[in-house]
């Protein structure tokens, strides 16, 4: 559905999503189911991300008969997860689209300004591609509009960036949706606020230390 005064934000309110997302925010949740239920919200969101993806009409022989079928062309599409915790993402989209080519860029925070770092970019040609950045935690929005900003600069249309997310805040929102106000957002949840550390509250913690129990 739709989301207050953000126009391009989706927020995909399915029982499936509200239950696992439930999971993972529990504090006992192990790495293992971490991981499992992250993998399983990241294709139930594609699935909704890609409901506008171009198909093309084609002709098949079923073993009945003729007949006029739709296809995706999942090799001009491309995804980006954001190092590290976008990591855990990207198998739930190649499930969907395994043609698809993958990028990586590498962005932290600075723990003592909070601005969003570039380390590591390697991503292929965008031009004319459907692009899917992937970061579970969408929070004061610095690392989220860099990324887009990094897959323009590498041909990358706004109009045709998706921005996947777990969660989202305000705060992350209208940063990112004010310096980026083409692409889209899709998230399973908008939480309350950032805290002092620009941690999501309630959240789930810090997601790459979830995932490989780095803490």
């Not at 989301?3 to 949740?29: A, D, S």
């Not at 599409?77 to 739930?92: H, K, S, T």
């Not at 929102?173 to 692409?183: D, G, V, W, Y």
Request: proline share 7%; charged share 20%.
């Amino acid at each position: 559905m739709a989301y207050g005064k953000w126009k391009n934000l989706t927020v995909v309110e399915h029982p499936l999503i509200m239950h696992k997302l439930t999971m993972m925010r529990i504090k006992n949740t192990n790495p293992k189911e971490f991981r499992e239920l992250l993998h399983e919200l990241t294709f139930l969101l594609v699935y909704e991300a890609t409901s506008n993806l171009s198909t093309i009409r084609t002709q098949i022989e079923t073993p009945i008969g003729p007949t006029e079928g739709f296809l995706i062309n999942d090799k001009e599409v491309a995804i980006v997860p954001i190092l590290r915790a976008g990591l855990g993402m990207l198998d739930g989209v190649l499930t969907l689209m395994p043609n698809a080519s993958v990028g990586y860029l590498g962005i932290y925070r600075d723990p003592e300004t909070h601005l969003p770092v570039e380390y590591y970019c390697k991503v292929p040609p965008l031009i004319n591609k459907d692009v899917f950045i992937l970061d579970p935690m969408l929070a004061t929005g610095a690392s989220a509009s860099r990324a887009v900003s990094i897959v323009k600069n590498n041909g990358a249309k706004e109009d045709r960036i998706f921005f996947v997310s777990l969660l989202s805040v305000p705060e992350g929102l209208q940063k990112l949706l004010t310096e980026q106000p083409k692409i889209q957002v899709f998230t399973a949840a908008v939480d309350e606020k950032l805290n002092d550390h620009d941690y999501i509250v309630p959240g789930l913690g810090d997601a790459g230390d979830r995932l490989y129990r780095t803490r």
